[in-house]
């Protein structure tokens, strides 16, 4: 129980630093909400003159956007799988190893505690770009339904654990190496592409599509949106085992991972 | 400034950029591993990037009137200008603010070059030109494919258009970093930038239409970076086009100047 506090110290103390950041946090969702903007840009050419693309029509298409770019803005682990590989460089990774507290779940309680700011902010942006859409034509957007609204937020969260593993993992390759930053990079954009926040996933071929739906990026973006328009409710039930073995899976690999490269570590007085 | 004194100093600046990129050449034959890495990273990008389209293109004939080859040719050209600024002054660049909040700068500005450029260049990474050849392939074969026979001038108009782009580029990356001289986090242009960037480079030209076009083309001119170069190529930009285009960069190039030169005015030097 007290470490379960001390974690939770740790989310509280993350969220009131990026809520200190309050111009950053807003500005990012108002980023999301231009990536949504310029997205309506380029599938408006694609849909002029076609009904539907894919199963979808152009309302269907800027309603997947809307949530799909603001779901996948809420990982926060990512920047802090960036600063951790910057302590562990820059040799101040010892705080951690010097308290009573683990790593991974430190990591993990961060994550969180940022996330939950970023899905406030993130939250209020989509609800008024959707009403500025519906102001704008009251069909223009496909309608929400609200049991895949409850369906969509455990997948949302299992997908976010799954990407929290899978960036701690990149963080801690920085024991072995000097600079990460452009694994970093290159992984933010397949993770970005296999999530469906680029485009929609039911566009590809379908044995793409299927060998996607076997691994956690979907749970990102792309199934939650489509769970929230009423959509691919009936594999539900094997998804979310699927998306929970995955994250046991991370874990384990995550722990193997730490336990064979932080006898690396060095830092000044060791 | 006497014409005569403007050459000289951009003889001088021209001749520290190179010596700058040929001392990072050594540093990166010397490192390999940061070598290939930036190049490997670019190709990921492009390649996912071409699957977009691909995606796309699996689904529709055209974009806007744009058929599969000739946004082929887009994503060839965004991937040339990419490799051609990811290796001169992109990574140098990144480093902006970092060398305004921390005081670094002050080593710039008391060297006898243009601290600027010598922020810009310093970090030369010679890995991503390599991007160039698999850029090229595209370009050329999609030239091929569509069946368009381009002449010397088509071909000099489009390095033309390149370049263009490339000084462009440099200007709209400075001017998103400009904000470190007064603010401590940045983090919100970055993601502005990456945003404009991203779609700008996956949005092909004849997307933008009306008041978008206003927006894309001239206020925030991401849109021109790869689809000015094609429209020269194929020869659809006109003289109204390269008048527009150039307009848009020799304002912005004067901002750029005007807005350091403002910053340099603010900033607060580890000594001062």
Not at chain 1, 191 to 210: D, T
Not at chain 2, 219 to 227: E, F, K, R, S, T
Not at chain 2, 239 to 264: C, D, M, N, Y
């Amino acid at each position: 129980m007290r470490a379960a506090n001390a974690y939770f110290a740790v989310a509280r103390t993350a969220l009131s630093d990026r809520l200190a950041w309050r111009a950053d946090v807003f500005l990012g969702a108002g980023m999301g909400a231009a990536r949504v903007g310029l997205a309506l840009v380029l599938w408006t050419a694609v849909f002029a003159g076609r009904e539907s693309i894919g199963g979808m029509g152009l309302g269907t298409m800027a309603s997947y956007y809307l949530i799909a770019v603001f779901a996948y803005q809420l990982d926060q682990s990512s920047a802090v799988s960036s600063e951790l590989a910057g302590e562990i460089r820059s040799g101040r990774f010892g705080k951690y190893l010097a308290r009573p507290v683990d790593p991974l779940a430190w990591f993990l309680a961060a994550a969180c505690g940022r996330s939950l700011v970023q899905a406030a902010a993130a939250l209020g942006a989509a609800l008024a770009l959707g009403l500025a859409c519906i102001l704008v034509d009251p069909a223009y957007l496909a309608p929400a339904s609200a049991l895949g609204l409850a369906a969509a937020l455990p997948v949302l969260a299992l997908g976010l654990l799954c990407l929290a593993l899978v960036n701690y993992m990149t963080g801690i390759l920085a024991f072995a190496f000097q600079d990460i930053g452009a694994f970093q990079i290159g992984k933010n954009c397949v993770v970005e592409f296999l999530s469906g926040a680029l485009l929609p996933l039911a566009l590809l071929p379908s044995g793409a599509r299927e060998a996607l739906e076997l691994t956690p990026f979907p749970a990102l973006a792309s199934l939650p949106a489509e769970l929230i328009l009423g959509r691919g409710l009936e594999g539900y039930g094997r998804e979310l085992a699927l998306l929970a073995l995955w994250a046991l899976g991370l874990w384990a690999c995550a722990r193997a991972l730490y336990a064979s490269l932080s006898g690396r570590y060095e830092e000044m007085g060791s | 400034m006497s014409a005569t004194r403007r050459a000289r100093s951009a003889t001088r600046s021209l001749r520290c950029v190179l010596t700058l990129m040929k001392t990072r050449l050594a540093r990166a034959a010397a490192e390999s591993g940061s070598f290939w890495s930036a190049f490997i990273v670019d190709s990921l990008v492009f390649c996912i990037q071409a699957a977009v389209f691909w995606v796309i293109y699996l689904n529709v004939d055209d974009i806007g009137g744009w058929d599969k080859w000739r946004s082929v040719f887009f994503v060839g050209t965004f991937t040339l200008v990419d490799g051609l600024y990811m290796s001169l002054y992109f990574f140098g660049l990144l480093g902006m603010p970092e060398a305004i909040s921390s005081g670094r700068l002050d080593l710039y500005l008391t060297k006898p070059f243009d601290p600027l450029l010598h922020l810009a260049f310093e970090r030369f990474n010679p890995g991503s030109l390599f991007l160039s050849l698999p850029a090229l392939t595209l370009v050329v074969a999609s030239t091929a494919a569509l069946g368009y026979r381009p002449g010397p001038l088509e071909i000099a108009l489009y390095l033309g258009a390149v370049a263009l782009m490339l000084l462009l580029m440099f200007d709209l990356m400075v001017l998103m970093r400009l904000p470190a001289f007064r603010l401590k986090r940045l983090g919100a242009f970055n993601a502005a930038e990456s945003a404009l960037v991203e779609f700008a480079f996956r949005v092909p030209g004849s997307a933008y239409q009306g008041t978008l076009k206003l927006v894309f083309r001239v206020i925030l001119p991401y849109g021109l970076i790869a689809a000015f170069p094609t429209e020269a190529f194929f020869g659809s930009a006109g003289l109204g086009g390269w008048a527009a285009a150039l307009g848009v960069v020799a304002a912005f190039t004067a901002l750029t100047r005007l807005a350091w030169k403002r910053g340099l005015a603010a900033y607060e030097s580890t000594g001062s």
